[in-house]
């Protein structure tokens, strides 16, 4: 039997483990979303310091 078929997931769950499943999810999709936005943000930062070194090199 395979480790993620449908055959080995309980049939019902009770409320409570509903929440906590649906509040794991949540918290793990956020943490993807925030992960994502902090790689673009450093990106646009090295960009800019790119940006900037590159404009104080024309200067000197």
Do not use: V, W, Y
């Not at 997931?9 to 409570?16: I, N, V, W």
């Not at 499943?21 to 310091?49: F, G, P, V, Y």
């Amino acid at each position: 039997m395979k480790k993620f078929s449908i055959i080995t997931r309980p049939g019902s769950l009770d409320r409570q483990s509903r929440q906590e499943s649906l509040l794991r999810q949540i918290h793990t999709a956020d943490h993807l979303i925030m992960m994502n936005k902090l790689k673009t943000l450093k990106q646009q930062i090295e960009e800019i310091e790119d940006e900037i070194s590159k404009t104080f090199k024309f200067k000197r």
